[in-house]
């Protein structure tokens, strides 16, 4: 079965500081990874993604996301928080395998960003 | 940059009624999906369509029926509405196969009373 865990309900970051976070996924073939964000009744705006190649995806906004296989795992990095990030992250699966269309999504992570 | 419509974006219905929300795709986008996320939720998958045809379909209710037409515009058609039925509806939609990006639409917040 597919899934994703988002591990963390809530991650706090003072401005300037880097931030992680988190992602693990499980799929039966290889994965297709994606990192939204939503911000207060607003849809998900795409960040990035992982297909293959490079283990470490640059995205939006300074974002970035780094791919490991061993740990099934695609946490999303920034080297320096900003306020303006302050918003719900989800990450999201799809396997290379089956259901071509279909999108497994975490539950979410609230990312505050404090000055 | 033209992004996904979605309309209405509130909707009051009363419990045992019916509700379509309509989705209108990025131009030339050729797959619509339709998610619905619960308060403090992810969004959950409830169906996609590509040209026009039901591509994957998800955790939707066989109350819930929905299509896609010949302009690649989408409807979602609940009926027998119940309370729990009250969430954010998010339309997106892509281009091509492979892994394509979706781009998502504002949503429309149904609140079943």
């Known amino acids: 079965a597919q899934s994703v865990a988002q591990p963390e309900d809530q991650v706090n970051v003072a401005e300037g500081n880097p931030l992680t976070v988190k992602c693990t996924y499980s799929?039966?073939?290889?994965?297709?990874l994606f990192w939204y964000v939503q911000y207060p009744n607003r849809g998900l705006q795409f960040l990035l993604k992982y297909i293959t190649g490079d283990n470490l995806v640059k995205g939006s906004y300074g974002f970035e996301a780094e791919f490991n296989k061993s740990q099934t795992s695609f946490h999303l990095k920034k080297p320096s928080a900003l306020v303006s990030d302050s918003a719900l992250y989800f990450c999201?699966?799809?396997?290379?395998?089956?259901?071509?269309?279909?999108?497994?999504f975490g539950s979410g992570t609230k990312l505050n960003v404090k000055p | 940059a033209a992004g996904v419509i979605q309309s209405p974006r509130h909707l009051i219905k009363e419990k045992r009624e019916t509700a379509t929300l309509k989705c209108y795709p990025i131009?030339?986008?050729?797959?619509v999906y339709w998610y619905q996320q619960g308060p403090g939720q992810d969004p959950q998958f409830l169906i996609s369509?590509?040209?026009?045809?039901?591509?994957d379909k998800g955790s939707i209710p066989d109350r819930f029926s929905a299509q896609q037409f010949s302009d690649y515009h989408s409807e979602l058609n609940m009926s027998s509405l119940e309370l729990g039925d009250s969430a954010l509806y998010f339309c997106a939609s892509s281009l091509g196969r492979g892994v394509p990006v979706q781009y998502f639409g504002p949503g429309t917040r149904l609140t079943v009373t």
């Open positions: 799929v039966s073939g290889n994965p297709y």
């Open positions: 131009p030339r986008h050729d797959t």
């Open positions: 369509f590509y040209e026009k045809m039901q591509s």
């Open positions: 999201a699966v799809r396997d290379s395998r089956y259901n071509f269309n279909k999108f497994y």
